[in-house]
């Protein structure tokens, strides 16, 4: 079993940071940078600063995300280019990555789906939102109250922990994996110091995986247990299936929120704006942040052939990045493409909804009648996702 000390050493892992580098034009103005391309190349553009062609338009955002062509990873990887002692740490990290269900392909793929949906019924969502809510009314303090870490960041954390079945300690890991794996996906191709970072910290979680999680009695841990069992998943597989699962829980979650929650203070809403809102007004809102503000930016995807896309020939083997911050720019707020798009399409988006739907407007009256700070926060440079940050006095 691990103890606290255990979470000591992984946070002298974290403090590894993983330093992420990003190309200057895309880190300070990414709309901007990508309405040039588009206006330069249209709703296809190849942008030669990251060597990624972006897809744009929704049409053609669809059409890539049910295209068998396009490979959801296996990215081809410069590895000439690393120096020989990271070379293994890429390709276990690659290795690590190829099962996560956004990128993995059939038929992995659906067995994981079709399990993990089979856990995720209908009373294990209410539990997850239950628990959710309850995080959401929880007092909070009367002075310096901020939307990411006093309200945003605690709900999203508890419906992950009940989704999960993890302990804090638990969650902390698999926070340090999501956090370090994130920083490597930044940027395309290898990049030996993320990828070592990425390694310590999985290979931390596939201890705790095969001593802990796999023997609880929770749902997911379950689930994901029978198809170690079937050999549908190795020891790798269930810790790449944990890890995605938190990225796909935590992060989107307390985006969404702090999101919705900073417009609506944005925008000087009243108690009396706040309770006038029907719960369909709450889901036209809350689509309408998540089209406008989309947690994930990207969805990578590397072609097999050459495929001509939009007029122009995209060659075998290159990265295609599918653009959901442009993209969702032309979709109506219920067709937005922020959760995915076929075979991909976030196995977790049910989910989400109904835990923004019931915490939203517990949360916004406490923004309303509080009258907390939402000038505060602010959005942090970033490039592949949208990141709050607490401003800095």
């Known amino acids: 079993m691990h103890s606290d000390e255990g979470v000591a050493d992984h946070g002298r892992h974290r403090s590894l940071k993983c330093p992420i580098s990003f190309p200057e034009h895309v880190l300070h103005a990414p709309r901007e940078a990508y309405e040039l391309l588009r206006e330069d190349q249209g709703e296809v553009a190849y942008d030669p600063t990251t060597q990624s062609w972006h897809v744009m338009s929704p049409l053609l955002a ?3 995300l049910t295209d068998k062509r396009f490979l959801a990873r296996g990215m081809k990887h410069k590895t000439h280019l690393v120096p020989e002692g990271g070379r293994a740490d890429v390709h276990y ?9 956004v990128f993995s392909d059939p038929p992995v793929q659906q067995h994981v789906r079709t399990a993990l949906a089979a856990a995720m019924n209908g009373s294990f969502m209410a539990e997850i939102t239950r628990q959710a809510v309850k995080q959401a009314d929880a007092p909070i303090g009367s002075a310096g109250v901020d939307l990411i870490t006093d309200m945003a960041l605690p709900v999203a954390r508890a419906a992950t922990r009940t989704l999960l079945g993890a302990t804090l300690s638990q969650l902390e890991i698999i926070e340090g994996v999501s956090d370090a794996v994130m920083a490597y996906l930044a940027v395309p191709g290898a990049d030996a110091g993320k990828a070592e970072c990425a390694a310590d910290h999985i290979r931390l979680l596939e201890a705790l995986v095969d001593d802990q999680l796999l023997h609880g009695g929770d749902r997911i841990a379950a689930a994901l247990r029978a198809l170690l069992q079937q050999n549908v998943l190795d020891l790798t597989g269930v810790s790449a299936t944990y890890t995605q699962l938190f990225t796909g829980a935590l992060e989107p ?16 809403w009243s108690p009396a704006d706040v309770e006038k809102l029907e719960p369909a007004d709450w ?12 947690p994930f930016h990207f969805a990578p995807r590397r072609t097999t052939t050459t495929v001509e896309l939009g007029g122009r020939a995209i060659p075998e083997g290159a990265r295609v990045v599918v653009n959901l911050l442009k993209a969702n720019e032309d979709c109506r707020p219920n067709r937005h493409l922020s959760f995915g798009h076929g075979r991909h399409y976030c196995l977790g988006a049910r989910l989400a909804r109904a835990v923004l739907q019931s915490c939203l407007p517990v949360l916004a009256r406490k923004v309303v009648s509080n009258d907390v700070d939402v000038l505060g926060v602010s959005k942090a440079k970033a490039m592949g996702m949208t990141v709050y940050k607490v401003n800095e006095i």
């Not at 979650?253 to 000087?268: E, R, Y």
């Not at 889901?283 to 309408?288: K, L, M, V």
């Open 62 to 64: 669809r059409k890539v």
């Open 93 to 101: 990290v690659e290795s690590f990555l190829s099962q996560w269900l």
């Open 253 to 268: 979650l307390k985006t969404a929120l702090v999101s919705c929650l900073a417009h609506i203070g944005d925008q000087g």
């Open 283 to 294: 889901a036209d809102f809350i689509e309408t942040q998540m089209r406008d503000d989309p």
